[in-house]
């Protein structure tokens, strides 16, 4: 991959069924796996309570991760591969913030602002997320 051709997508990845270490390991392998596509960084998988779920699966706590990925996709082509993975690991939407397998957020991609039916970026509601601010500060990002 040419360096200047490639952009910064950065993930949310989480997961609230077991094995949830394991469908983050999955989701990180699926990713890299893009065409034209690498990861740059990871963070730490942190373990966090579920928000904004029915409260019959409050007690599913979940574990999350921030993945920072160099790739020559664009974002629309992205996204989809992303619910792909979601699909290809198992991903029910059945209840609205139920329990999953895997969840995977398109945060940011090079900057971009876009408001369509199927992407919104940046992510809406990242800077809301606590489990999503903080892991990137960690990694010394903004979005």
Do not use: C, W
Request: charged share 25%.
């Amino acid at each position: 991959m040419e360096k200047n051709s490639s952009t910064r997508a950065i993930v949310a990845l989480g997961s609230n069924i077991e094995p949830r270490a394991g469908y983050l390991a999955r989701a990180r392998d699926a990713l890299a796996a893009f065409p034209h596509t690498r990861i740059a960084q990871a963070g730490a998988v942190e373990e966090t309570e579920p928000v904004d779920v029915p409260g019959e699966y409050a007690h599913m706590k979940f574990l999350n991760q921030i993945v920072v990925l160099e790739t020559a996709l664009g974002p629309l082509d992205f996204s989809r591969r992303m619910h792909e993975v979601e699909d290809a690991l198992g991903r029910v939407r059945t209840v609205r913030n139920g329990p999953r397998t895997i969840d995977i957020d398109l945060i940011d991609f090079g900057g971009i602002r876009m408001d369509t039916p199927e992407l919104t970026l940046p992510h809406p509601r990242a800077r809301e997320r606590d489990f999503v601010m903080r892991p990137l500060a960690a990694l010394g990002l903004g979005v």
